[in-house]
């Protein structure tokens, strides 16, 4: 069973520092200053399986209201449920707040976040080098 936890030691974050290398740093060849923006500003959750880090995701507040991002799930685990447990459960401990959720999706990421409620807003742009969507929720 895939559970989802608010990381709050060291070796959790570390794990999902792992996962995010490998899937932005090395799969998607995202600029590494780019990937640690915000580290310290973020809260940070990892989804784990019998102890296997398999994915992970932050949230943070911006200007424009909560901002979820660095959804990552490892190539191995993907299609599998473990987006959607990252996705629902930053949604219901984001949702306290009262604050608009939004983040910025990449275009083939686009249908599984409209499928959980998000809606696009505004033009596609380039984060990256990677073509994004605004989506609210």
Sequence with gaps: MIT????????????AHHIRKIVFVIEQNCPEDIEWEFEDEST?????ENGEALGTARWRTTDNGIKLERFAVLKEH???EVGKALLLRLLADTNPFGKKRYLHAQLPAKNFYQRHGFKPEGEHFWEADIEHVKMIY
């Design 78 to 80: 993907r299609n599998k």
């Design 4 to 15: 989802v936890e608010r990381i709050q030691s060291a070796d959790l974050l570390a794990k």
């Design 44 to 48: 940070h959750y990892i989804a784990l």
